[in-house]
C-alpha cells in the first residue's frame, strides 16, 4: 500500500520561510501520466484545502491562488519525495499540511479531493505575527 509521510513542520514568524517534505512509498502511479502528488492543509475550524500539486511524471504545478508566488511545490522522482517550499509565510498559512498522492490527475480546489487516494498524517505548521 501507499504510505506518505510529512516532516518539516515548525514554527516560525510571519515572512519566514519553510520547508516541507513528504517520503513516498509503495507508490507506482508514475507511470501514469495522470499520476498526482498534493498538499493540503487545515486549519482548525475550516475545512481541508488544497495547496499545491504537482504532475509526478511531468512536473506540471498548480497552485492555489491563496499562496501561487510564494511556495513552490516540487518532487524527486529517484528519491521518492514530495517538497513545498513556503515563503512569505502569513498566520493565515497556519494550519496542518497534509501530502497525498493519487492516480487520477491534479486539482487543488475542494472538489478535487476525490483525486488523491493516500495522505499523510500530517505535519504542523504554526505561523506567528
Known amino acids: 500500500q501507499v504510505q506518505l509521510v510529512e516532516s518539516g513542520g515548525g514554527s516560525v514568524q510571519a515572512g519566514g520561510s519553510l520547508r516541507l517534505s513528504c517520503e513516498v512509498s509503495?507508490?507506482?502511479?508514475?507511470?501514469?501520466?495522470?499520476?498526482?502528488l498534493g498538499w493540503f492543509r487545515q486549519a482548525p475550524g475550516k475545512e481541508r484545502e488544497g495547496v499545491a500539486a504537482?504532475?509526478?511524471?511531468?512536473?506540471?504545478?498548480l497552485y492555489a491562488d491563496s499562496v501561487k508566488g510564494r511556495f513552490t511545490i516540487s518532487r524527486d522522482n529517484a528519491k521518492k519525495t514530495l517538497n513545498l517550499r513556503m515563503n512569505i509565510l502569513k498566520p493565515e498559512d497556519t494550519a496542518m499540511y497534509y501530502c497525498?498522492?493519487?492516480?487520477?490527475?491534479?486539482?487543488?480546489?475542494?472538489?478535487?479531493?476525490?483525486?488523491?487516494?493516500?495522505w499523510g498524517q500530517g505535519t504542523q505548521v504554526t505561523v506567528s505575527s
Open positions: 497525498a498522492a493519487g492516480v487520477s490527475g491534479c486539482g487543488v480546489s475542494r472538489s478535487d479531493q476525490w483525486r488523491y487516494n493516500a
Open positions: 509503495g507508490y507506482s502511479g508514475y507511470i501514469s501520466s495522470s499520476a498526482c
Open positions: 504537482i504532475y509526478a511524471r511531468t512536473g506540471v504545478t
